[in-house]
């Protein structure tokens, strides 16, 4: 079982940054594929960003603006967001699998509650 509290969502401005912190739960952490992903309002959830081990995968939508790391003794799982864009206003959620990086949200195994972050232009 792995339980997922994501933290440091907010307001910020357009080519703001952010980093937002997803703390786990659970003795398997650290072979646990996770993943980001976000909502925004009336639109599906979508891949954000993933990290299993060294290997890390992100949309094409935040490549080269948003950094995914993973700290093994913390259990906590970071997201960098760099020059936001309004369109990048969402709640983001984290999320953990057992095996590989995927990013299909039906995929994922433990979801966190969500953080809003909301970027004004």
């Known amino acids: 079982q792995v339980q997922l509290v994501e933290s440091g969502g907010g307001l910020v401005q357009a080519g703001g940054s952010l980093r937002l912190s997803c703390a786990a739960s659970?003795?398997?952490?650290?072979?646990?594929?996770m993943g980001w992903f976000r909502q925004a309002p009336g639109k599906e959830r979508d891949f954000v960003a993933g990290i299993k081990l060294s290997i890390t995968y992100y949309s094409d939508s935040v490549k080269g603006r948003f950094t995914i790391s993973k700290d093994n003794t913390k259990k906590t799982v970071y997201l960098q967001m760099n020059s936001l864009k309004p369109e990048d206003t969402a709640v983001y959620y984290c999320?953990?699998?057992?095996?590989?990086?995927?990013?299909?949200?039906?995929?994922?195994?433990?979801w966190g509650q969500g953080t809003q972050v909301t970027v004004s232009s």
């Open positions: 659970g003795r398997t952490f650290n072979t646990h594929a």
């Open positions: 999320a953990a699998r057992q095996s590989s990086i995927v990013t299909g949200v039906s995929l994922y195994d433990y």
